[in-house]
Nanobody, 115 residues
């Protein structure tokens, strides 16, 4: 059974930093593409960053230069380091992976950036 558990969210001031974690079980983060999405209030869920099984990373334009996705294979954990946070980064952040036709999501972690 695949399970993704996010943590690390909270309230942070604009310009600050937060590191989100996604602990995976039932899959190997090194063998699967892992993705961070976010859903801001009243908006659709948007992709933030992805790390492939080969280690290639890609980012939404809004995240480039500020966010870094990484993984620790030994801990089977994916991270999202978010720096220079802005109020518009306020959202629930979700960890995701797909296996065939199945899509797995964590419960999400709230990040609130105050101005």
């Amino acid at each position: 059974q695949v399970q993704l558990v996010e943590s690390g969210g909270g309230l942070v001031q604009a310009g600050g930093s937060v590191r989100l974690s996604c602990v995976a079980s039932g899959i190997s983060v090194s063998a699967n593409a892992m993705t961070w999405y976010r859903r801001a209030p009243g908006k659709q869920r948007d992709l933030v960053a992805i790390i492939t099984s080969g280690g290639t990373t890609n980012y939404a334009d809004s995240a480039k230069g500020r966010f870094t996705i990484s993984r620790d294979n030994a801990k089977n954990t994916v991270y999202l380091q978010m720096n220079s946070l802005k109020p518009e980064d306020t959202a629930v952040y979700y960890c995701n992976t797909d296996r065939g036709r199945f899509h797995y999501w964590g419960q999400g972690t709230q990040v609130t950036v105050s101005s």
